[in-house]
T-cell receptor, first 118, second 113 residues
Framework: DAGVIQSPRHEVTEMGQEVTLRCKPI?????LFWYRQTMMRGLELLIY????????DSGMPEDRFSAKMPNASFSTLKIQPSEPRDSAVYFC????????????????FGPGTRLTVT | DQQVKQNSPSLSVQEGRISILNCDYT??????FLWYKKYPAEGPTFLIS?????DKNEDGRFTVFLNKSAKHLSLHIVPSQPGDSAVYFC????????????FGAGTRLAVHP
């Protein structure tokens, strides 16, 4: 299994530009999570999906942030317009949530995208 | 309103000794706890977990202890090795929450020879 795939691994952009981060979850997983890691706030949950449906986006910092999951194998996190304070490492993670119980709650993380906004 | 807290940002331990990483939580409804390890430039990886119905889980050099009355869990690494140097995150989950995890801020462990 290839694991969770994120692209790009590094992104450098200028303030005001649109940034799109991409994620391919592990095949068969039905929950997908987007996180942001900063020194100040650690691992911050931005939004998560279950069966491609957004469940909770209360962690999205502003309207400049949006996320989509058009199908079970692809998700995007978009920032428009980007600002220097958005600079961070963004992680995508996927998991198999079992409705009938017996889940181990384990999430599998991608390698992250390091975003730098100048 | 941090529900999961790791109050020690860093810990330094000598190789061969025990490393103890601590985590406190505020919500008694959590029913599963996990520890993740993170190396630089990589995503966090799952290390060990424990259900709220247990008080100890062991996997090789790693043991997690859960004290529900104190709302406290700890990760013990014995013996510590230089390769254990990483950031360790504690996380908690509710049942029926689509596997959503609430993470602590992390503790950076440095194991020196």
């Amino acid at each position: 299994d290839a694991g969770v795939i994120q692209s790009p691994r590094h992104e450098v952009t200028e303030m005001g530009q649109e940034v799109t981060l991409r994620c391919k979850p592990i095949s068969g997983h039905n929950s997908l999570f987007w996180y942001r890691q900063t020194m100040m706030r650690g691992l911050e949950l931005l939004i998560y999906f279950n069966n491609n449906v957004p469940i909770d986006d209360s962690g999205m910092p502003e309207d400049r942030f949006s996320a989509k999951m058009p199908n079970a194998s692809f998700s995007t996190l978009k920032i428009q317009p980007s600002e220097p304070r958005d600079s961070a490492v963004y992680f995508c993670a996927s998991s198999l949530a079992l409705a009938s119980g017996g889940t181990t709650y384990e999430q599998y993380f991608g390698p992250g995208t390091r975003l730098t906004v100048t | 309103d941090q529900q999961v807290k790791q109050n020690s940002p860093s810990l330094s331990v000598q190789e061969g000794r025990i490393s103890i990483l601590n985590c406190d939580y505020t919500n008694s409804m959590f029913d599963y706890f996990l520890w993740y390890k993170k190396y630089p430039a990589e995503g966090p990886t799952f290390l060990i977990s424990i259900s709220s119905i247990k008080d100890k889980n062991e996997d090789g050099r790693f043991t997690v202890f859960l004290n529900k009355s104190a709302k406290h869990l700890s990760l013990h690494i014995v013996p510590s090795q230089p390769g254990d140097s990483a950031v360790y995150f504690c996380a908690a989950a509710f049942s029926g929450g689509y596997n959503k995890l609430i993470f602590g801020a992390g503790t950076r462990l440095a194991v020196h020879p």
